[in-house]
């Protein structure tokens, strides 16, 4: 089979490993001579799966008991709305920070269930940086973030001290590099980047932040039934918890995060490097905003668009196409994208610059 | 690898060649050299799938462009809310039949939402018979049914003739007989029976449905949204729709609902008759409203019950432990399970007869 370089932004890249282990699980799930696509979410076999997929995010994160994890289909979408739902009172309102595609779609869902105040914004830069030196409201029900932003290569590199509970969506850049988890009151996101495939979403929630909102809601948008169910209130997405389950696995006896972190920093190092470098590339965003897992950048000319996308197909580059807002190039390397990959593309950029240049 | 006979009652049995695609899809999917796990779904490649999973639906219910179907995650359960926030209105009503726990789960959802009323129930003998004669009011907003009631084995032979729009959930008997789809203003199923692995349900709705409720609601609750985004308004369930489509796929190659009709009514006639004929066991639901796909038993002395688990456990019989609520056996049948192994059943029921009776 040809190495086919997969810089997808997502459902982005898993660990080979990882995937072997999925497809045999399709044919003999633990030894049971049956699939896991046709067991009971209620065996014994698959009850332990979700306890080390909900174990593994408090292992990671470097959290106790006084947090709950719970995997949920409906992606970061719906948690844009189960967020307002369960977190903003009627009478209060929520802080946000407005940082691109995403970002904006949680605050307008927010705004469908209460007030909403966009507290800070890179919208007048088509949103190539990170905002900064704003003032969180003190009396804000929560405060909201996008750690990572996928469409536009931009990442927080610190977190703001928040003095009212933290909420953070960090579906491009969970477990990507060492954050302190106890500064959020709750993390959410979807699987389908540095997790697993898409179909399950990660939350994880500080205990204290339940019923928080006093509203009136579905049950299957309510966090607390979600934490009495044991992330089983309903049949859960059981495929796509398992493999985030062997991901998260994978990443804990690899070393964690803070094996990760380096190995990443030393990808985007080289990457960008190469942008800034290469004269037939450019970068998009503010230097220091810069994501380690999305990586944008444009051609100097227009007309190396065409030969570039040639040149990087026949070296079995896959995915770098960047979102139609930024347009140019977006790699994408996420945990598992191995830094040889990276390597094959820089190598591609250098020999697109001694052609075309 | 031995061959275990799969009567779990959900997640259940998928066919064999369903679960080797699947399996290799993990690996390499369409020849990609890329795992489906880790590509985007917006991949000619994938789209594909979402567009061949959609019309499956309709071919399969022999419907045209005047429904519309969709993929979405949160189960069944997230339906039960969501029926009731797009097509009840604020100073309407809906009318159920409660017909056991899912149908009992619906009502309460529908409760949070505005006002509903039962019209009929089973409930006063422990949901053993579909209830029959009552009458369906003509300014409700809409009608809401449950097709078949897997815990207690009980199925609505023949639909109402209904006045108003008639909801249905058919998430345990979906595809498993020929229905009148056109009777029906929406139809949903959880995947995990006879659709595929658990983490989509389907959604198949009349177009002039849409926007019934003037409701304001969470995008991803809104039926219109997914309409619009074609199934595809955020990511959605890659893995577990693609594998839905395959074994839509699979029955429609074999000869659709008609073919699979004729063969779950021999493998029920044949369990049944089994359960009626054999003195050690006895059927819990009334005769004319019995499932053709989940089968309900007791055996007629409580301490058959060690031994009988014993003898099925020994002829490799998974997943016939009778729901808390009714006890004894419930054997699922659904569409993959094969004839051969429902015989493996009548078969040891026989045997057990001849040495403890």
């Given amino acids: 089979m040809t190495k086919v370089h997969n810089f997808s932004a997502g459902p982005g890249i898993l660990p080979q490993e990882v995937l072997k282990q999925a497809s045999e699980a399709c044919i003999n799930f633990d030894n049971m001579n049956l699939s896991l696509l046709e067991i009971s979410h209620r065996s014994k076999n698959y009850v332990k799966v979700m306890d080390e997929a909900r174990q593994l995010v408090k292992d990671l994160f470097e959290v106790g008991d006084e947090y709950d994890v719970f995997y949920l289909g409906g992606g970061a979408s719906l948690q844009f709305g189960m967020v307002p739902m369960n977190l903003l009172t009627e009478t ?28 800070a914004s890179s919208e007048d830069k088509k949103f190539n940086y990170i905002p900064k030196g704003y003032e969180i409201p003190a009396d ?32 491009s850049d969970l477990f990507s590099r060492r954050v302190n988890a106890k500064d959020f009151a709750l993390i959410y996101a979807g699987a389908q980047k540095n997790m697993g495939p898409a179909g399950s979403t990660m939350v994880m929630i500080r205990k204290d932040m339940l019923g928080k909102s006093g509203r009136k809601m579905l049950s299957m948008l309510d966090y607390q039934v979600h934490v009495k169910g044991e992330s089983m209130y309903n049949t859960p997405p059981v495929f796509p918890v398992y493999v985030s389950m062997l991901t998260l696995r994978w990443l804990k006896e690899h070393g964690g995060v803070a094996w990760i972190e380096k190995i990443n920093q030393q990808k985007a190092d080289l990457l960008y490097a190469e942008i800034d470098r290469n004269t037939c590339f450019t970068g998009t965003v503010v230097q220091e905003d810069r994501s380690n897992m999305n990586v944008c950048f444009l051609p100097t000319k227009p007309e190396y668009e065409a030969e570039f996308d040639k040149m990087a197909k026949a070296n079995n580059i896959d995915g770098i196409k960047g979102h139609r807002d930024v347009g140019g190039y977006r790699a994408s390397i ?11 593309l820089v190598d591609v950029m250098k020999e697109f610059e001694s052609k075309f240049a």
């Fill in 334 to 344: 996420y945990n598992a994208m191995p830094i040889e990959s990276v390597q094959v």
């Fill in 140 to 171: 804000a029900d929560y405060f909201h973030i996008t750690s990572n932003n996928t469409i536009y290569g931009t990442q927080m590199k610190q977190f703001p001290k928040s003095p009212v509970p933290m909420v953070c969506d960090m579906s």
């Fill in 92 to 119: 209060g309102y929520a802080a946000y920070v407005n940082t691109g595609v995403w970002a904006s779609k949680a605050i307008k869902e927010a705004k469908i269930v209460g007030n909403t105040k966009v507290i």
